[in-house]
């Protein structure tokens, strides 16, 4: 069974960068494309984008192009979700999850993670 | 941009049947999904491909499409399943992905 373990929560002031983490576990990491997801507080999901760990192929969503960077590491089975400048409107729940096809466009998730809350404030 | 549009409430007593709809310009042509959400939780898939039941999750979920028109349904709803439920789908290109606002369901 396919388990997604995500780094704790994150207190960090504006402007700061950060990286947050999600280990996959339980299956083979490199053939499943790991997705991150949004969710501001008291709000709903956000598909943010996806990237395959095999070859480190990576989709984004229209709002989060060059606002983030979704990378992942095959040789430690973990994915993750970089900010270079972080603002106030960053702050928000963020979970990974896997999509469970081999093949086609990954649309849709079978496992996530617990989710890293990320507050952004000065 | 393209959108899926979900009602942002849905209220029903125990033991009656909840529908919740999901509309968007691609669906007749892209699966939909379902995903329940609790306070505090992860999300978790309830319906794949329209009308497909994950293992595990209860036969009492059930899923439809038609149209422009996807629809969950829960018959014989528990206080269990109150939550917030989501649609997804894909744009038509398969170049992103995109939920729904979710839905509130309260079991009264």
């Known amino acids: 069974e396919a388990h997604l373990v995500q780094s704790g929560p994150e207190v960090k002031k504006p402007g700061e960068s950060l990286k947050i983490s999600c280990h996959g576990s339980?299956?083979?990491?490199?053939?499943?494309?790991i997705a991150w997801v949004r969710q501001m507080p008291g709000k709903g999901l956000e598909w943010m984008g996806i990237?395959?760990?095999?070859?480190?192929?990576?989709r984004y969503g229209p709002s989060f192009q060059g606002q983030v960077t979704i990378s992942a590491d095959k040789s430690i089975a973990t994915a993750y979700l970089r900010w270079s400048s972080l603002k106030a409107s960053d702050t928000a729940m963020y979970y990974c999850?896997?999509?469970?096809?081999?093949?086609?466009?990954?649309?849709?998730?079978?496992?996530w993670g617990q989710g890293t809350l990320v507050t952004v404030s000065s | 941009s393209y959108e899926l549009t979900q009602p942002p409430s849905v209220s029903v007593s125990p033991g009656q049947t909840a529908r919740i709809t999901c509309s968007g310009d691609a669906l007749p042509k892209k699966f939909g999904y379902w995903y329940q959400q609790k306070p505090g939780q992860a999300p978790v898939l309830v319906i794949y491909k329209d009308n497909e039941r994950p293992s595990g999750i209860p036969e009492r979920f059930s899923g439809s499409s038609s149209g422009t028109t996807v629809t969950l349904t829960i018959s014989g709803v528990q206080a269990e399943d109150e939550a917030h439920y989501y649609c997804q789908s894909g744009d038509i290109s398969d170049s992103y992905v995109l939920f729904g606002g979710g839905t509130k369901l309260t079991v009264l």
């Open positions: 990237v395959y760990p095999g070859d480190s192929d990576t």
């Open positions: 999850a896997r999509h469970p096809g081999t093949s086609g466009f990954p649309a849709y998730f079978d496992s």
């Open positions: 339980g299956y083979n990491f490199t053939t499943y494309w």
